[in-house]
């Protein structure tokens, strides 16, 4: 096992490196610059920029040097300081700029989470070892309905009838009077007031999804050949369906937190602009419009980089859960 999870970390060592690389490449891909659009900006305001100006602002914001340049520097502070960089937009550091938003993210995402599992776990397991029974396909039906549903829509819906029918804006993790007030007891106690509506919403599809696959892969694990033996000599059922059938059917949830982590972070963007939720999804949409690259560069390297390891979670929990896995397919 731990010859397994030291090659599994080895790897990842080239592969930052790569992904650094074609993060802060994707953010030059697309024609001209935050620069660009600045002087955009002021020219529809009626300024004229002068070409000292320009020259100015290419040397103030660093465009002056070329790409490479900009990346080693970026990724030089990244490594040794833990500094990401100036956001161009907010005129503040990457970090100081994210700061409140990511824990908000976080917390609404870690929540979610927890209740998709909750929820979606022993319905699949009840789906599977009760098939065709009403509650089947009631569960069923429902799963189907979160399936097609996109949670934004799920989203203007619920906000358009709680309005329409209590005159209730749900909308805001916090009531109008702590929105900009600092942190207290009181401003706590009411996010967990409007927090479950993030929750639900954002939970339904992620719920149905994992309702399908626990069900589907549980059926399968239950026709094997050794389900059938257990039985046969008298196994009591409760223990065997979660000694062994849970055990492996469980897998694929496991394996889906490579991208449960980046989740977490990058949060729902659209139904967070729906609910008007101060999460990092609205900030990074809008740090990809205005090509605020140091900002959207930073975002993507931290996905990036939660996606790889998530994967090394969800690999070393699949070798600990399934004997059978191991690196290259060699069994210890």
């Known amino acids: 096992m731990l010859t397994y999870i030291g090659q599994r970390l080895l790897q990842l060592i080239p592969l930052l490196i790569a992904i650094s690389i074609i993060s802060f490449a994707l953010i030059q891909l697309p024609p001209g610059d935050y620069l660009t659009t600045y002087i955009n900006q002021l020219e529809l305001s009626g300024t004229e920029v002068s070409e000292g100006t320009v020259i100015s602002l290419k040397r103030q914001y660093g465009l002056d040097k070329p790409i490479y340049v900009q990346y080693f520097i970026w990724i030089k502070n990244i490594v040794l300081h833990g500094d990401f960089g100036r956001s161009f937009t907010?005129?503040?550091?990457?970090?100081?700029?994210?700061?409140?938003?990511?824990?908000?993210?976080?917390?609404?995402?870690?929540?979610?989470?927890?209740?998709?599992?909750?929820?979606?776990?022993?319905?699949?397991?009840?789906?599977?070892?009760?098939?065709?029974?009403?509650?089947?396909?009631?569960?069923?039906?429902?799963?189907?309905?979160?399936?097609?549903?996109?949670?934004?829509?799920?989203?203007?819906?619920?906000?358009?009838?709680?309005?329409?029918?209590?005159?209730?804006?749900?909308?805001?993790?916090?009531s109008p009077e702590y929105a900009s007030a600092p942190w207290s007891i009181a401003k706590f106690f009411d996010m967990l007031q409007r927090i479950w509506v993030p929750i639900l919403i954002i939970g339904t599809a992620g719920t149905a999804g994992l309702i399908r696959v626990m069900r589907g892969m549980l059926l399968d694990e239950l026709q094997k050949q050794y389900?059938?033996?257990?039985?046969?000599?008298?196994?009591?059922?409760?223990?065997?369906?979660?000694?062994?059938?849970?055990?492996?059917?469980?897998?694929?949830?496991?394996?889906?937190?490579?991208?449960?982590?980046?989740?977490?972070?990058?949060?729902?963007?659209i139904v967070s602009i729906v609910l008007n939720l101060p999460t990092t999804g609205p900030m990074l949409l809008d740090a990809l419009m205005t090509q605020d690259m140091y900002l959207a560069g930073s975002f993507i390297f931290i996905l990036s980089v939660l996606t790889v390891i998530g994967t090394l979670i969800s690999d070393i929990l699949l070798a600990w859960i399934d004997p059978r896995i191991r690196f290259g397919g060699v069994q210890e």
């Open 227 to 269: 389900v059938i033996t257990a039985r046969a000599k008298g196994l009591k059922e409760g223990k065997l369906l979660f000694k062994y059938p849970v055990r492996m059917a469980i897998n694929p949830l496991i394996s889906t937190i490579g991208w449960t982590l980046p989740a977490i972070i990058s949060g729902e963007a």
């Open 90 to 174: 907010w005129n503040e550091p990457v970090a100081d700029v994210i700061g409140e938003r990511l824990g908000l993210t976080i917390v609404i995402s870690i929540m979610t989470l927890i209740f998709t599992w909750i929820v979606a776990i022993p319905i699949g397991i009840y789906s599977a070892v009760r098939q065709y029974s009403i509650l089947d396909y009631v569960f069923t039906l429902i799963g189907f309905i979160g399936l097609a549903l996109p949670n934004f829509l799920i989203a203007l819906v619920v906000v358009y009838t709680v309005f329409v029918n209590t005159g209730i804006a749900i909308t805001g993790l916090f």
